[in-house]
């Protein structure tokens, strides 16, 4: 049977999909389509998702990130079988045999190596891709192109992705200093190592010093950061498409941290460094979103994010009154989220006219489309309306807000969102415009 014949035969319901090879069987087809079409991994999800298949069962069908995840596998074995897609794509008659050769990537229970159970539950993951918390994607810490590095770390990336990310954040913070910043993302920092260390001995545990050096090293002159404009600053997605483009050179980073603080890190000669390979770059930051390296935050930093979010909104109000929307900078997202948060709490007209004017004042801060607007606002609206029920239509005080704000935004993280959507995608996304 041929592969066209096949997906014809499984797409019509002719051919049962009953188990996880099936869904491989099916996904290993629709990647070969799509890495040749600019689409890659997400596309290729919402394929799937479109036909009723997921790799997940349970709780866990039609789990964005789990599904994501087994694409981002098949991937890479798809890579290491291609010499780095440069041979040929394996046909479909050669699935057994691939499938058996990198069993190890892509059997039912790989993501239990990459992921915790709790962390894959969450309401986040369902709706929004996050990397691994327990260890890296496979050769996701090395440049695509150049020769594999045996990892210093299963996790080497958690700490350069969470710098990056503070450091991108403060690039377009109008008020909080990056003391304060750094203040936050250590402290966040902290809970999440700690927690995921205590249940999983083998992930790191949290060192300060650690974390500063990739903090420091991510920290430029204060010249270099008055250079950076407003609209080309956060991307913390890009993180990935970096280093496949040999950007940052993790591995000999991490050596050279190990060796400063008496562990076992080597130096590493100058034929094994990574090289450079700035736009036009081959290809390679295709090859990376195909493999889904075009990552979104993961629970480092959105827990960050949610405590920088409720920082910024500090000041607003007096204790138990409602919000002015004079009063807000409907620029910064956390102000527009508070904002939401609170119309949810008011009735019917009164409901109404608040929304619209936040609408109104959204778009003409140039944060959306005027026909975009009231869609993102109806969304946010959705998930953040069954939290404050509980309030019984009463806007609390600074703390009991703040907290609510904070536990919102952990639990929906898909509100930090900003990668480039799927044209098959069905769920709304929270995209803004950045900032200017």
């Known amino acids: 049977m041929s592969a066209e014949e096949f997906l014809a035969n499984v797409e019509s319901g002719i051919v049962p999909v009953t188990c996880h090879e099936d869904v491989l069987r099916i996904a290993f087809l629709y990647l070969d389509e799509g890495l040749w079409n600019d689409n890659g991994v997400f596309n290729v999800v919402e394929k799937l998702h479109a036909h009723g298949w997921s790799f997940g069962e349970g709780e866990l069908r039609f789990n964005r990130t789990l599904d994501i995840f087994y694409l981002a596998q098949l ?4 890579y290491r079988y291609t010499s780095q897609l440069e041979g040929d794509f394996p046909c479909l ?8 050769v990198h069993h190890a990537l892509l059997h039912s229970s790989a993501w239990c190596s990459y992921y915790s159970p709790h962390f894959l539950a969450q ?35 958690k700490l350069p992705r969470w710098a990056y990310t503070v450091l991108r954040t403060s ?20 809970t999440t190592m700690t927690r995921l260390h205590e249940i999983y001995p083998s992930a790191p545990p949290y060192s300060e010093s650690h974390a500063r050096f990739w903090l420091e090293y991510f920290t430029p002159g204060s010249s270099q950061l008055a250079k950076i404009s407003s609209s080309g600053t956060w991307g913390p997605n890009r993180f990935g498409i970096l280093v496949a483009q040999g950007m940052y050179d993790l591995h000999s980073l991490e050596a050279e941290y190990l060796a400063q603080s008496g562990g076992w ?20 930051q295709v090859y990376a979103s195909w493999r889904g390296w075009e990552e979104e935050a993961g629970s480092e930093e959105v827990e960050f994010l949610a405590a920088v979010a409720v920082e910024e909104t500090v000041g607003l109000g007096n204790e138990g009154i409602e919000l002015e929307m004079d009063g807000l900078d409907l ?17 019917g007209e009164e409901r109404e006219c608040f929304l619209g004017e936040l609408e109104r004042r959204m778009v003409q801060k140039g944060r959306i489309g005027e026909n975009r607007a009231g869609m993102w606002v109806k969304e946010a609206m959705g998930i953040m309306d069954p ?10 005080g600074v703390d009991a807000r703040g907290e609510m704000l904070r536990r919102i935004l952990v639990e929906n993280a898909q509100l930090f969102a900003r990668w480039r959507v799927s044209p098959l995608l069905r769920q709304f996304t929270f995209e803004l415009e950045p900032r200017e």
């Not at 008659?93 to 058996?100: A, G, H, I, K, Q």
């Not at 690039?171 to 902290?190: D, G, N």
């Not at 620029?331 to 009735?347: F, G, P």
Request: aromatic letters at 10%; charged letters at 20%; one cysteine or more.
């Open 331 to 347: 620029s910064i997202r956390s102000h527009i989220l508070l904002s939401v948060m609170q119309a949810a709490v008011k009735d």
């Open 123 to 157: 309401r986040t993951t369902a709706h929004l891709y996050r990397p691994p918390n327990l260890q890296d994607l496979p050769e996701s810490s090395s440049p695509l192109g150049q020769p594999r590095r045996r990892p210093v770390s299963a996790c080497i990336l």
């Open 171 to 190: 690039y377009r913070q109008p008020f909080l200093s990056f003391e304060t910043l750094t203040a936050i993302a250590l402290r966040t920092l902290e």
């Open 93 to 100: 008659s050669d699935f057994p045999t691939f499938y058996t």
């Open 75 to 78: 991937a890479a074995a798809i």
């Open 265 to 284: 890190g080597e130096g590493v000669g100058e034929e094994e460094k990574a090289m450079w390979c700035g736009l036009p770059d081959g290809g390679i």
């Open 387 to 396: 939290y404050v029920r509980t309030w019984q239509g009463v806007w609390p």
